[in-house]
């Protein structure tokens, strides 16, 4: 074919009229063998023709198949199955006998027993009391429900399966190492046209050469080697360059034009490459014939076939030419170390073979890379260390094992020394698994500090180490740390049994070396304690260790120390522990402390028949002194009482407020009377009004609250009732009304403020001896306050118009009633009273002779007209509700007038 046929056949192909068609090899190569400037001319106009401009490449291998995705949701090998069954009902004419149904139960339960399931390698689940194992792989969930339903030996059971896919850890978590790499292969082989050749590549047929002539002959050209091996140089003729390297080929060229074209001289280059036709064969994803580029390797071989079977071996992969083995490909060199000397390039007819993998070890744990490695010979403990990238920061090498299934016994655990050269050289067996465990999260040779301190944590422990050594001045603590009881809990070997010593640090600060300088122990604990906060968080854990430790031979070693302390509660027992000790470690006395006869209540069992108390009295401040007679030495579970100081009582306060002469908030003496204060106090002014004095006390307040609160839930339950009661009897109008009514009255009593007023007649107080009887002896907290001289009477409740009238002398409580507009229709004027000025309560008279309406009023007084309870029925309560909202309301009013 000449070049204008060539060129005619070619622009046809590469227009935008036949996009389908590719060129064919033969097209191609005669593409090859065109000058430089006729390719490029050629190329320029198939851009011309709107072609993206992309080099022409010729495919260097056929595309892979994509692996078909796994379906999650079927059974596989491994995973884990939860079955439920429940033998069927039977009826009285179930063909079911009764020993058919006897064997059935006694199926379900060892079957029941065994849950949970997971299928073997084979993808089947082996059930107690059946013969054979069943295939469940490939199947759903519903799919082998109904399979396990139509065994026979199930056929009365109602069988259900739930399928889990549980994420595997430890063991089963380890994946062959090096496959990884075949999971995302290359859609497309194409040929490598970017890269220098190498001067070791080898021509072969196919290979493009590219000439540039430089002198008295000038030309660019492109030749292909032939399939005789040779190519047409141009004025010379042929020349055999088929199996010559690239640089040999290059020198021959060279040295071949100097000679025979004078005044000429070469540069020789590579162009398009050839392809390979090779056979992967063995343990590949896919393996078969397949075209790869001229430079590809055994490696891009296998990238071609999807990569290794996990049966396929990564270490002993083979290229076979002419029948004999050519080299092996350790891809572990190429992951591990990137090492690809050993990945030899392939030539056309090569067979690259995947041989079955050989023995491996697995090893998990504290290790870089856990994974399962495979042999390539003798392997050992160390090197498969190394394979796994070495151990972690918190591997503890010194208590790794290998488990092993031996032959003979079975599955056995082997320990091994990773921190000795024996352990290392340890030989492994195929299947093995080496565990590095995590180091123990302890801290051996330390002493750790906590509580309150500026810097908590663990300190270096040496031999000899003493407490001032690690807490080295008061500077250490925190402010208000307790410096006197300083506690250290030890660890015994060994059994690890827990023991409880103290000491004064501010004595072992001022004597170092000391009997307070506690020398210390490895994985001692310091506890420093808080004077201002609890020391239950501290303290728990450490006395809950203690109990747990506990037994009839060595009882928990706990005391406690109650009464005026300072920091009451159970404390462990040190060894040589005394009363003093017990007090030092209550933060010592509190002010209000006995200083006399304290008390220890011993517990012992006596003929370990029964439990007896005793009490022992000894002098508290002897002991404290040292005195050995009275500083006992204490027991497990005995109780230190510090008794207090008869008497003894936080100082109380009373508020003097209003028209005193100098009023404020006083110191009360134990007993001491209201007179007694208010003449402390210089008496009451000249404006004072005593009759109206309001004294209040938090007791009494407290007191109302409650019965507020309870008055409310009885008001609310018969609200409760009425509201049934109206439901039963239809729309009644007056029983809508009353339920309104109450309900407003109930909201009221709710939002009703307690005071704790004591009503008091000072007057008569201040007429008589300071000494009398009917003095009040006064509280912590007590208020009195003195209004100013009152000129008006309060009208309030159930009239025309609540007003203050002006006190006018010789008026009765009807004529101020009728000053504030009378009485409403809802008024029950025979219950009209009178709160006075000081608070007590004038109720209305029954008798005839003397008439309520003549009641003699006061300056101050305030007159209270309630509402008439019996004209909404039926709540009983409505009396005492609004009369105790009028009173309360009546002493807010005199309070707030301050």
Sequence with gaps: MGALAVITALLFLLSSHAPAQVPTPEQLQLLGQLPAEQQRALLGQYRQQGQADQPLVMPAASQPRAAEPIDATLAAPGDTV??????????????????????????????????????????????????????????????????????????????????????????????????????????????????????????????????????????????????????????????????????????????????????????????????????????????????????????????????????????????????????????????????????????????????????????????????????????????????????????????????????????????????????????????????????????????????????????????????????????????????????????????????????????????????????LAPRDRILVFDLGGSREPLLRPLLDELQRQSTLEAPAGMVTIGGSVRMPGEYPLEPGMTVADLVRAGASLSEAAFGGEAELARYEVVGGQSRKASVVSFDIAAALRGDPQADLPLQAFDILTVKRTPQWDDQEFVSLEGEVRFPGRYPIRRGETLTTLIARAGGLTDQAFPAGAVFTREALKEREAQQISSLAERLERDLALLAVQSAQAGKDAAGVDSLAAGQSLLAELRRTKPVGRLAIDLPSLLRESARSADDIVLRDADRLRIPRRIQEVTVMGEVQSGTSQLYQAGLTRDDYIDLSGGLTQKADKRRIYVVRANGQVAAASTSRWLPSGRTSIQPGDTIVVPVDAERLPPLPLWTSVTSIIYNLAVAVAAVNSF
């Design 82 to 519: 939860l079955l439920t069954l429940a033998t069927a009902g039977m009826d009285a004419n179930s063909a079911i006998s009764p020993e058919l149904r006897a064997r059935t139960d006694e199926l379900v339960a060892r079957a029941l027993a065994a849950n949970p399931y997971r299928l073997e390698r084979d993808g089947r689940i082996r059930i107690p009391g059946l013969p054979e194992p069943i295939p469940l792989a490939g199947l759903n969930a519903e799919e082998a429900t109904t399979r396990l339903q139509n065994e026979p030996a199930f056929r009365a059971v109602d069988v259900g399966l739930v399928l889990l896919k549980p994420t595997p850890l430890g063991t089963d978590a380890l994946k062959p190492f090096g496959y990884d790499i075949f999971r995302n292969v290359p859609s497309t082989f194409a040929q490598v046209s970017d890269v220098p050749v190498p001067p070791d590549y080898t021509i072969g047929p196919g290979d493009a050469l590219e000439l540039q002539f430089l002198g008295n002959v000038k030309g660019l050209y492109t030749l292909t080697v032939a399939r005789d091996g040779r190519i047409r140089l141009p004025e010379i003729g042929p020349m055999a360059v088929a199996g010559m390297r690239f640089a040999e080929m290059q020198e021959a060229i060279e040295t071949s034009v100097a000679e025979q074209m004078i005044g000429t001289r070469v540069s020789v280059g590579m162009g398009s490459l050839r392809s390979l036709q090779v056979m992967i064969t063995g343990d590949a994803e896919k393996p078969g014939a397949y075209t790869v580029g001229g430079l590809s390797t055994a490696s891009n071989a296998l990238m071609a076939a999807g990569g290794v079977k996990p049966i396929g071996s990564l270490r002993r992969v083979r290229v076979l030419r002419g029948g004999r083995t050519a080299g092996t490909l350790d891809l572990y060199d190429l992951l591990l170390r990137g090492d690809s000397s050993g990945d030899l390039r392939l030539q056309s007819g090569d067979v690259v073979f995947v041989p079955p993998i050989g023995d491996s070890a697995g090893i998990t744990g504290e290790v870089r890379r856990p994974a399962r490695y495979e042999f390539a010979g003798a392997a050992t403990a160390g090197a498969l260390v190394e394979l796994g990238g070495g151990l972690t920061e918190a591997a503890s090498p010194a208590s790794a094992t290998i488990e092993r299934i031996d032959p003979a016994r079975g599955r056995i655990v082997l320990n091994v020394d990773l921190g000795s050269a024996e352990g290392r050289a340890t030989r492994l067996r195929n299947g093995d698994v080496l565990h590095i465990p995590v180091v123990r999260d302890v801290l051996n040779d330390s002493v750790l500090v906590a509580g309150h301190v500026h810097q908590p944590g663990a300190h270096q422990y040496r031999r000899g180490l003493r407490l001032t050594q690690v807490l080295g001045s008061i500077e250490a603590l925190k402010p208000n740390a307790d410096a006197d009881y300083v506690l250290v809990r030890r660890e015994l070997a060994p059994d690890r049994r827990i023991e409880v010593h103290s000491a004064s640090l501010g004595r072992a600060l001022r004597n170092p070396g000391g009997e307070d300088d506690l020398l």
